[in-house]
């Protein structure tokens, strides 16, 4: 396997793994995946700074009908 499969596929199981956390509702366990200095990118939404905000933004985004629905990733992208 090529380091860049490789790389995919453990990007991939992590996707899968946040997308399980997330199914379970529990907020520490979903931010837990992000750094304290992580920024988050929303669509049509200014950038969230921090794990604070981060999380702020998990709670209100549980609190929509369907949310849960679309978790995780379906391919990698190799952006480099």
């Keep these: 396997m090529h380091s860049s499969e490789a790389e995919a596929n453990a990007l ?16 520490d366990l979903i931010v837990s995946y992000w750094d304290d200095d992580a920024v988050v990118l929303p669509p049509e ?3 969230l700074f921090g794990k604070k905000a981060i999380r ?13 629905d679309h978790l995780g990733a379906r391919k990698s992208h190799d952006c480099r």
Excluded at 56 to 68: H, N, R
């Design 12 to 27: 991939m199981q992590t996707s899968r793994e946040w997308a399980s956390a997330a199914s379970t509702g529990d907020v």
């Design 56 to 68: 702020e933004y998990v709670i209100q985004s549980m609190a929509l009908p369907g949310f849960l």
């Design 45 to 47: 939404q200014q950038p």
